[in-house]
Nanobody, 124 residues
């Protein structure tokens, strides 16, 4: 059974940076697309970034493009989301999720395995 564990969230001031990690176990990253999603209070879950399993191509929502960077370390079976120039509107619970095929999408219903989430709060 696929397992995902996020870490790295916290409180940061506007303009600051955080790096989220997603440790994956019981599956090989090459065959799965991994997405980062977020959900703010009262809002729907939205896709933030995705990295494809076979070729490692990354995709970003317009709201984070140029500020966030997704990456993966296959040797450690770990995904990362580097978040720079954070804004208060980035405040949310961030989840990593695995999709059992390598192609990316921002449709959260396509992802069958989810981590527990990590809180990111951007506030002065």
């Amino acid at each position: 059974q696929v397992q995902l564990v996020e870490s790295g969230g916290g409180l940061v001031q506007p303009g600051g940076s955080l790096r989220l990690s997603c440790a994956a176990s019981r599956f090989t990253l090459d065959y799965y697309a991994i997405g980062w999603f977020r959900q703010a209070p009262g809002k729907e879950r939205e896709g933030v970034s995705c990295i494809s399993g076979n070729d490692g191509v990354s995709y970003y929502a317009d709201s984070v493009k140029g500020r966030f960077t997704i990456s993966r370390d296959n040797a450690k079976n770990t995904l990362y989301l580097q978040m720079n120039s954070l804004k208060p509107e980035d405040t949310a619970i961030y989840y990593c999720a695995a999709k059992r095929s390598p192609s990316c999408t921002f449709s959260y219903s396509s992802f069958g395995s989810w981590g527990q989430g990590t809180q990111v709060t951007v506030s002065s």
